[in-house]
Protein backbone atom coordinates (compact mmCIF):
# COMPACT_ATOMS: atom_id res chain seq x y z
CA UNK A 1 0.00 0.00 0.00
CA UNK A 2 1.76 3.75 -1.16
CA UNK A 3 1.65 6.31 1.43
CA UNK A 4 -0.57 9.34 -0.34
CA UNK A 5 1.34 12.37 -0.79
CA UNK A 6 4.16 10.14 -2.16
CA UNK A 7 5.05 13.06 -4.89
CA UNK A 8 4.81 15.60 -2.55
CA UNK A 9 7.05 14.12 -0.30
CA UNK A 10 9.24 13.33 -2.60
CA UNK A 11 9.48 17.31 -3.74
CA UNK A 12 9.86 17.70 0.17
CA UNK A 13 12.47 15.42 0.08
CA UNK A 14 14.85 17.56 -2.94
CA UNK A 15 13.76 20.95 -1.24
CA UNK A 16 15.11 19.53 2.06
CA UNK A 17 18.68 18.48 0.31
CA UNK A 18 19.06 21.39 -1.25
CA UNK A 19 18.12 23.52 1.79
CA UNK A 20 21.25 22.13 3.14
CA UNK A 21 23.55 21.29 0.26
CA UNK A 22 22.88 17.53 0.25
CA UNK A 23 23.67 16.05 -2.97
CA UNK A 24 20.29 14.00 -4.08
CA UNK A 25 21.77 11.27 -5.96
CA UNK A 26 19.52 8.05 -7.66
CA UNK A 27 20.09 6.42 -4.99
CA UNK A 28 19.01 8.28 -2.12
CA UNK A 29 15.64 9.15 -3.77
CA UNK A 30 15.09 5.37 -4.01
CA UNK A 31 15.96 4.80 -0.70
CA UNK A 32 13.19 7.22 0.34
CA UNK A 33 10.59 6.04 -2.15
CA UNK A 34 11.02 2.90 -1.04
CA UNK A 35 10.15 3.97 2.58
CA UNK A 36 7.36 6.03 1.40
CA UNK A 37 5.90 3.19 -0.47
CA UNK A 38 6.19 0.77 2.56
CA UNK A 39 4.06 0.28 5.26
CA UNK A 40 5.67 -2.58 6.81
CA UNK A 41 8.36 -0.72 8.58
CA UNK A 42 11.32 -2.30 6.62
CA UNK A 43 14.45 -3.36 7.85
CA UNK A 44 17.76 -1.82 6.46
CA UNK A 45 18.48 -5.38 4.34
CA UNK A 46 14.52 -4.92 3.20
CA UNK A 47 15.44 -2.01 1.78
CA UNK A 48 18.46 -2.74 -0.02
CA UNK A 49 16.99 -5.42 -1.64
CA UNK A 50 14.13 -3.31 -2.69
CA UNK A 51 16.85 -0.56 -4.25
CA UNK A 52 19.11 -2.99 -5.80
CA UNK A 53 16.32 -4.19 -8.18
CA UNK A 54 16.48 -0.42 -10.09
CA UNK A 55 20.32 -0.19 -8.54
CA UNK A 56 21.78 -3.30 -9.07
CA UNK A 57 25.21 -1.99 -7.90
CA UNK A 58 24.05 -0.28 -4.94
CA UNK A 59 26.41 -1.46 -1.83
CA UNK A 60 24.32 -2.16 1.61
CA UNK A 61 26.68 0.35 3.11
CA UNK A 62 24.87 2.69 0.63
CA UNK A 63 21.99 2.64 2.18
CA UNK A 64 22.75 2.20 5.64
CA UNK A 65 24.61 5.72 5.47
CA UNK A 66 21.17 6.74 3.09
CA UNK A 67 18.92 5.57 6.27
CA UNK A 68 21.47 7.34 8.46
CA UNK A 69 21.10 10.50 7.01
CA UNK A 70 17.53 10.97 6.21
CA UNK A 71 16.88 10.04 9.53
CA UNK A 72 19.53 13.13 10.84
CA UNK A 73 17.91 15.45 8.53
CA UNK A 74 14.09 14.40 10.11
CA UNK A 75 12.59 12.59 6.90
CA UNK A 76 12.66 9.36 8.60
CA UNK A 77 12.07 7.85 11.86
CA UNK A 78 13.77 4.65 13.44
CA UNK A 79 11.46 2.12 15.17
CA UNK A 80 13.50 -0.26 17.48
CA UNK A 81 12.49 -2.63 19.51
CA UNK A 82 14.01 -5.54 21.64
CA UNK A 83 15.96 -8.04 20.26
CA UNK A 84 14.83 -7.51 16.17
CA UNK A 85 17.09 -5.01 13.76
CA UNK A 86 16.46 -2.03 13.33
CA UNK A 87 13.28 -0.75 11.25
CA UNK A 88 12.09 2.18 9.48
CA UNK A 89 8.94 4.18 8.57
CA UNK A 90 8.28 7.69 6.51
CA UNK A 91 5.64 8.54 8.34
CA UNK A 92 6.31 11.18 10.94
CA UNK A 93 3.14 12.18 12.24
CA UNK A 94 2.28 11.10 15.77
CA UNK A 95 1.45 7.56 16.00
CA UNK A 96 2.30 4.06 17.78
CA UNK A 97 3.07 0.48 16.78
CA UNK A 98 1.38 -2.96 17.19
CA UNK A 99 4.57 -5.34 16.71
CA UNK A 100 3.66 -9.24 16.62
CA UNK A 101 6.30 -11.04 18.97
CA UNK A 102 6.56 -14.36 16.64
CA UNK A 103 6.59 -12.73 13.42
CA UNK A 104 8.48 -9.55 13.95
CA UNK A 105 5.39 -7.47 12.13
CA UNK A 106 5.12 -3.76 12.54
CA UNK A 107 1.69 -2.01 12.49
CA UNK A 108 0.95 1.55 12.44
CA UNK A 109 -2.03 2.60 14.99
CA UNK A 110 -3.44 5.86 16.28
CA UNK A 111 -4.78 5.44 20.12
CA UNK A 112 -6.79 7.81 21.14
CA UNK A 113 -5.89 8.52 24.78
CA UNK A 114 -3.65 11.19 24.92
CA UNK A 115 -0.52 10.61 27.21
CA UNK A 116 0.66 13.84 28.96
CA UNK A 117 4.83 13.76 28.66
CA UNK A 118 6.26 16.30 30.30
CA UNK A 119 8.60 18.59 28.21
CA UNK A 120 11.67 17.62 31.02
CA UNK A 121 11.02 14.05 32.46
CA UNK A 122 13.55 12.42 34.64
CA UNK A 123 16.02 14.90 33.89
CA UNK A 124 15.77 14.79 30.43
CA UNK A 125 14.16 16.94 27.55
CA UNK A 126 11.22 15.70 25.95
CA UNK A 127 10.66 15.56 22.51
CA UNK A 128 8.14 13.33 21.74
CA UNK A 129 7.16 9.26 22.65
CA UNK A 130 5.75 5.93 20.71
CA UNK A 131 3.92 3.43 22.49
CA UNK A 132 4.90 -0.36 21.07
CA UNK A 133 2.02 -2.53 21.97
CA UNK A 134 3.03 -6.49 21.85
CA UNK A 135 1.23 -9.55 20.83
CA UNK A 136 0.82 -11.69 18.74
CA UNK A 137 -0.79 -10.59 14.73
CA UNK A 138 -3.62 -12.19 13.47
CA UNK A 139 -2.18 -14.91 11.28
CA UNK A 140 0.35 -16.02 13.90
CA UNK A 141 -2.92 -16.53 16.80
CA UNK A 142 -4.24 -18.90 14.02
CA UNK A 143 -0.79 -21.05 12.71
CA UNK A 144 -0.81 -21.57 17.45
Known sequence: MQLSGTKEKLEEFVRKCKEI??????????????????????????????????YPYVSLATVYRTLETLERIG???????WGNSA???????????????????????????????????HGYRTKGYSVNIY????????ST
Not at 23 to 49: F, G, M, W
Not at 75 to 81: G, H, I, Q, T
Not at 135 to 142: A, D, E, L, N, T
Open 21 to 54: GLKITPQRLAVYEVLLKSTNHPTVEDIYEEVKKR
Open 75 to 81: LVKRVCF
Open 87 to 121: RYDANLSEHHHLICERCGKIEDVNLDQEINIPKHF
Open 135 to 142: GYCPKCQS
